[in-house]
């Protein structure tokens, strides 16, 4: 499986051996990458849309170190490790997430990567307390241009 080009540079910028969590997978198609290439341990797809994740749940049937979360992305009550991918919704509604579960002290994740569909400029203006911006990059996509961020974790 082929993936965008959009899609193959937010997974490019994950770490491989740890853990990825796909939120707002939609159809899972980067989670999905991510799984049969073998380098994360574990891939955890999240969304908030059924329909769209019964079909996903029948492709996983033979992968043991995958699992799909249903829920909206700032409700989910675990703590969110290794990789994080937020891609297809606002710059917006990324923070909201991203917010939410550090004020619930579940925000564990080293590496955080972004690609908001609108508001990227406002999501460039925010911090985001114990991790740093280390990359923005802009790409090509349809007919305009996506920007995608690259959040890490400070150590201490």
């Not at 699992?67 to 923070?95: C, M, Q, W, Y």
């Not at 579960?101 to 400029?121: F, Q, S, T, Y």
Request: proline fraction near 4%.
């Amino acid at each position: 499986m082929a993936l965008s080009f959009r899609l193959q540079q937010l997974l490019d910028r994950c770490q491989p051996g740890l853990p990825l969590w796909d939120l707002c997978c939609d159809h899972g198609l980067l989670g999905l990458q991510a799984l049969t290439s073998g380098l994360f341990p574990e891939v955890v797809f999240n969304d908030a849309v059924a329909h769209v994740l019964e079909p996903l749940r029948e492709q996983l049937g033979d992968f043991d170190n995958a699992r799909v979360v249903h829920s909206f992305a700032e409700d989910i009550g675990e703590p969110l490790t290794g990789n994080l991918v937020l891609a297809g919704i606002g710059g917006e509604k990324i923070f909201k997430i991203l917010s939410r579960h550090l004020e619930a002290g579940r925000l564990h994740a080293h590496n955080i990567v972004a690609c908001p569909e609108k508001h990227a400029d406002w999501l460039s203006q925010q911090t985001l307390d114990g991790y740093a911006l280390k990359e923005i990059s802009t790409i090509p996509h349809n007919n305009g241009t996506r920007h995608i961020f690259v959040f890490s974790a400070i150590s201490n």
